[in-house]
């Protein structure tokens, strides 16, 4: 199942990493990679491409963030203290994304402006697309427009 709204966002074990990696806004995917990578808390964690939906608006963003026994861990939006859900489209190990550099998510670097187009980049586009549907679906199920607009 791609949704991951099932699972809670350890907000505690976020802000420690987040301080740790000195975590910034805006960057989101090289955060996580990073914390996979440099935090011991951490192994065995897994780092993940999708959407996430932010309370009242609940716009789907493009995020990344990682996981690790059941519990997110998102050194990027932990200290936003509304309702986050999770749409997870792509997930991999630490082992697979140790040697990825740079800001960008990896479904841009396998599927990105002139990529030549291979099954797998097939298939995590895909994926990719159906975490978005998902994300968009939950979005317009649980929007909330603002009150005071006339």
Known sequence: ????????????????????????????WYNARTVLRRCPEL???????GWVCVCPNYIPNEHGWCELNGVIIDPTYYAIDRPLNYFSALR??????????????LIKQWCGWLKPETNESSAANDRYALAYAQAQAYSKAHYQPPENIK
Do not use: W
């Open 92 to 105: 991999f190990t630490a082992e697979q994304i140790a040697k990825v550099r740079g800001h960008e998510p």
């Open 1 to 28: 199942m791609n949704e991951s709204n099932s699972l809670t966002i350890d907000r505690d074990l976020s802000r420690q990493q987040a301080r740790r990696i000195r975590a910034s806004l805006g960057a989101c």
């Open 43 to 49: 192994t065995g964690g897994i780092y993940v491409e």
